[in-house]
């Protein structure tokens, strides 16, 4: 695994308190296309990293062990992460990422490579895993940022 793929996945939530504290709360519920609001998106990272770290803990318990893809839209309605208290979600997201980078920097190298085989992705490794941390985060930090884009900075 790559030293910066875990630092970057330890920064995820403190960039994403940052970005949140230059949202307005109108735009918190904002929705651009299909994709999930911001409030619903700091719900889904949260909710996400404990399934990160049962699906390592699958590869952990047994090489290959079969694991189930989940429907994120239909667990965004049964966690009603339109009505999350974005405050409350940003410290657990922190918590539950802190909890998945401790995780993966206590195993054995060696381990690295056990996997899990997704029923939708296939066989995905424990290293793998690790890496989509970070680019899951910049998934959602790009569409984060498009709410502040249009933001304009006066001039003097």
């Known amino acids: 695994m790559v030293h910066?793929?875990?630092l970057g996945a330890e920064f995820?939530?403190?960039?994403?308190?940052?970005?949140?504290?230059?949202?307005t709360e109108a735009q918190l519920d904002e929705r651009k296309g299909d994709r999930f609001t911001p409030r619903e998106?700091?719900?889904?990272?949260?909710?996400?990293?404990?399934?990160?770290r049962q699906r390592i803990q699958a590869a952990l318990d047994?090489?290959?062990?079969?694991?189930?893809?989940?429907?994120?839209?239909?667990?965004a309605i049964r966690n009603n992460y339109a009505q999350a208290n974005v405050a409350d979600t940003l410290a657990r997201f922190a918590k539950e990422r802190a909890a998945t980078v401790a995780m993966i920097r206590a195993l054995d190298p060696a381990l690295l490579d056990r996997a899990y085989n997704h029923s939708e992705r296939g066989r995905v490794t424990i290293r793998e895993t690790g890496n989509v941390l970070s680019a899951h985060d910049t998934y959602h930090v790009e569409q984060i940022t498009e709410y502040l884009a249009n933001k304009v900075v006066g001039t003097w």
């Open 12 to 23: 995820g939530p403190v960039i994403f308190e940052r970005l949140y504290g230059l949202l």
């Open 41 to 52: 998106v700091i719900a889904h990272l949260a909710d996400w990293e404990p399934i990160f």
């Open 62 to 75: 047994e090489d290959g062990r079969a694991v189930e893809g989940i429907d994120e839209g239909e667990l």
């Open 4 to 6: 910066y793929h875990l």
